[in-house]
């Protein structure tokens, strides 16, 4: 997941939530059973889109403990996390705080695009979801399940569906499947009853898999 603790960060929780949870458990037995057993707990988005992005580039293929160690020595070097900072501070420092040579290269990639303003984060409220994918993707390091979590956890997107997504999948197999791996097509012909909530009935089978942890 995609989340950004730093203090100042406003929380945002989506209006949808309710109603996804009520349609949801009345037409999936599964989701019936599953969203009672985690109470008021919803999906939140903060950080801003530049913050957000450089801290999924940052914790890509690593473990969630390493990703937190790996940002804050990020954050000791560029204390604003901004393009312009970013820029200035260069290749060799954000490698010299532990960041691979590829990860210090995407995210000043990151930070041209921003600054050039090839991308437009002011307006991906108002764009669709795809659209939003496809100028994410111009961004180097960003493929589409980091695009996808960026709709979830940044924008609030209810239609979300991440067919990559290990937790997902792992998630509609034991719910869904007793176990038994599942395709992509599984996995949609599962998610087409979810409409138009998938991003709902994504997160609370996340949710069952930290239960289960």
Request: hydrophobic letters at 40%.
């Amino acid at each position: 997941m995609i989340k950004d603790t730093q203090a100042e960060t406003p929380i945002s929780v989506p209006a949808y939530w309710e109603q996804a949870k009520v349609e949801l458990m009345k037409r999936d037995r599964i989701m019936r059973k599953l969203i009672p057993q985690f109470g008021d707990l919803q999906l939140t988005g903060r950080g801003d889109a530049f913050t957000t992005l450089a801290r999924s580039i940052i914790g890509q293929q690593i473990s969630v403990k390493s990703a937190q160690a790996q940002w804050q020595r990020f954050l000791e070097v560029c204390t604003k996390c901004t393009p312009a900072q970013v820029l200035k501070v260069g290749p060799e420092q954000l490698s010299a705080c532990g960041l691979s040579k590829r990860k210090a290269e995407y995210l000043l990639d990151l930070a041209k695009h921003f600054k050039a303003k090839t991308v437009h984060p002011d307006k991906w409220a108002e764009m669709n979801d795809e659209d939003v994918i496809a100028e994410m993707l111009q961004i180097r390091g960003i493929g589409r399940w980091t695009a996808e979590m960026f709709l979830i956890f940044n924008l609030l997107r209810p239609n979300i569906l991440p067919l990559d997504d290990p937790g997902l999948l792992e998630g509609i197999s034991n719910s869904y499947f007793s176990g038994e791996p599942v395709s992509r097509s599984d996995v949609r012909e599962v998610a087409a009853n979810w409409e138009p909530w998938r991003t709902v009935a994504t997160w609370y089978l996340w949710r069952s898999l930290d239960a289960q942890s």
